[in-house]
C-alpha cells in the first residue's frame, strides 16, 4: 500500500470513530459519589482504569489533556474524576472527551462537553470522586480517548498516576473546548485526577482488574505504545470468544501488598481501585514482589494472609480471583537467597493451594530453564525484574481467557 493511500485509510478511520463518539446532550442519570462507592449502573463495564495516588500539589488554572486507551467498546461514556488525596473540596470546571487524531490534536467534531448532574462544573469534596453523566453514542474498543479538565481553584495534594507511561498535555488556563493542540505546549508522564473510564457494552459483558505493582503499571514496556501486559491482555480479549472484555490496569510502580508506601497497599486500595470499578468479574492479583524484596521481615505467611484476605474480600463482592506467582529478580541489587526463599514458599501456596479460583503462572513464563531464579534474557527489560515488551507479550498471552470469564 503506497503511503498516500494509507493515511486516507487512517483518517478515514479516524471519521468513523469520530462519527460513533458524537452527537447530542448528556443526559443527567449519575451523582457524587465516595471513593469507595461503586457506579450506580448495572449496565456499565470499566473500559479503563489506573490506580489513584498523591501527585505533588495541585496548581491552580490548569487543564490537562489526558490520554487513555479503552478496552471494551460501549456506549454512554463516563470518566470518573478522583479527590482520594485532596484535603479540600476541588472544582472542576470544565471537562471534555474527545478522540485522538494524534499527539494532543483531537479528530475534528468529537470533543464534546461533560456534565455532572446535567451541571458543567462538578465539585468533589476531599477523599471522594465524582462520575460524569454518560454521552450519548459509541465509543469504539482500542481507543485514544482525550479527557480534558479544568481546575480553576486547585490547591493542596493533587490526585493522579504517577507513571503512566503514556504522554498526556497541559496548560494553564481553559482550553478543554479547544481540538487543536496549539494551546497544549506542556506534556506529562501522569495523568491527574482522572482514574476511570466505563461505558455500556452490552449485556453479559465484564471486565477483568489487574491488581500489581511496577510490572503491571509497565516499567520497562515501549512508553506511548500500549504494551504494558493488560493492553495486551485486552487485544486478546477483544477477538476471542469470551463475555470478558473490559481490562482496567490498577498497578503501581513500587507497591506492597501489605504496607503503604508507593501508593496505598494492595488491601488499603482494593475497595476503591478494584472492587468499586463497574462490571468487574474478575480480580487478577499479581503484586508481592516489593513485600519480599524490601527486607522488612516479611515472612511468606504474611504475605499469604494477606493474599488471603484480597482473596476473601473479593469473594464477598463476588468478584473471581486469578493469583499470579511472583516473577524471578535475581540480579536486581535487593536479590538475595533470604527472599528468594520466600518468594518460592509464596509461589507454592499460589500454585497448590485451591484459594484463587485460577493460577496463572507467570514465574513459570518469565524464568530462564538455565537459573529458574533469574529472568529469562530474551524477556529481561534490563534490570532483571522487569519484563520488556516481548515479556508482557508472553505473560498476557499465558493467562487462560476462560479463568476470567468467571461467576461466584
Known amino acids: 500500500m503506497t503511503a498516500g493511500r494509507a493515511r486516507l485509510r487512517r483518517t478515514a478511520a ?17 451523582r457524587a459519589a465516595t471513593q469507595v462507592k461503586s457506579l450506580d449502573d448495572p449496565k456499565a463495564v470499566v473500559t479503563w482504569g489506573a490506580s489513584a495516588d498523591r501527585l505533588g500539589d495541585g496548581v491552580a488554572d490548569r487543564s490537562y489533556r489526558l490520554i487513555v486507551h479503552t478496552s471494551v467498546a460501549g456506549s454512554g461514556t463516563r470518566v470518573r474524576l478522583s479527590n482520594a488525596f485532596g484535603d479540600r473540596p476541588l472544582t472542576f470546571d470544565s471537562v471534555y472527551a474527545g478522540v485522538r487524531q494524534a499527539g494532543a490534536a483531537l479528530v475534528p467534531g468529537s470533543n464534546r462537553r461533560l456534565t455532572f448532574d446535567g451541571a458543567r462544573s462538578v465539585t468533589v469534596p476531599a477523599g471522594e470522586v465524582a462520575y460524569s453523566d454518560p454521552l450519548p ?6 481507543t485514544d480517548l482525550v479527557v480534558s479538565i479544568h481546575t480553576p481553584d486547585a490547591a493542596g495534594p493533587a490526585t493522579g498516576h504517577g507513571m503512566a507511561m503514556q504522554t498526556s498535555y497541559a496548560t494553564q488556563g481553559d482550553h478543554t473546548g479547544e481540538e487543536g493542540a496549539g494551546s497544549w505546549t506542556d506534556t506529562t508522564g501522569s495523568w491527574y485526577y482522572l482514574d476511570s473510564v466505563s461505558v455500556r457494552p452490552g449485556a453479559g459483558i465484564g471486565a477483568v482488574v489487574a491488581l500489581g505493582d511496577s510490572i503491571t503499571d509497565g516499567w520497562a514496556s515501549t512508553t506511548d505504545q500500549n504494551r504494558r501486559w493488560p493492553d495486551y491482555l485486552a487485544r486478546r480479549l477483544q477477538s476471542a470468544r469470551t463475555t470478558v472484555k473490559g481490562v482496567a490496569d490498577e498497578g503501581i510502580s513500587g507497591n506492597k501488598v501489605l504496607a503503604d508506601g508507593a501508593g496505598q497497599s494492595a488491601l488499603n486500595r482494593l475497595q476503591r481501585d478494584v472492587l468499586s470499578q463497574p462490571g468487574v468479574r474478575t480480580v487478577f492479583l499479581f503484586e508481592g514482589v516489593n513485600d519480599l524484596k524490601a527486607h522488612s521481615g516479611v515472612t511468606a505467611q504474611d504475605l499469604i494472609a494477606g493474599y488471603r484476605e484480597i482473596i476473601d474480600r473479593a469473594h464477598a463482592a463476588g468478584k473471581c480471583v486469578v493469583g499470579s506467582t511472583i516473577g524471578p529478580f535475581k540480579g536486581w541489587p535487593e536479590w538475595d537467597p533470604a527472599a528468594e526463599a520466600v518468594r518460592q514458599e509464596v509461589n507454592q501456596f499460589i500454585r497448590t493451594s485451591g484459594e484463587p479460583d485460577a493460577v496463572t503462572d507467570f514465574d513459570h513464563i518469565l524464568r530462564s530453564p538455565y537459573d529458574q531464579e533469574r529472568m529469562l534474557p530474551f524477556f529481561d527489560g534490563g534490570d532483571h525484574i522487569h519484563p520488556n515488551d516481548k515479556g508482557m507479550a508472553a505473560m498476557a498471552d499465558a493467562v487462560d481467557l476462560k479463568s476470567l470469564d468467571c461467576a461466584r
Open 137 to 142: 453514542g459509541r465509543l469504539p474498543a482500542a
Open 14 to 30: 479516524l471519521l468513523l470513530l469520530a462519527a460513533a463518539f458524537q452527537t447530542g446532550p448528556a443526559h443527567a442519570q449519575s
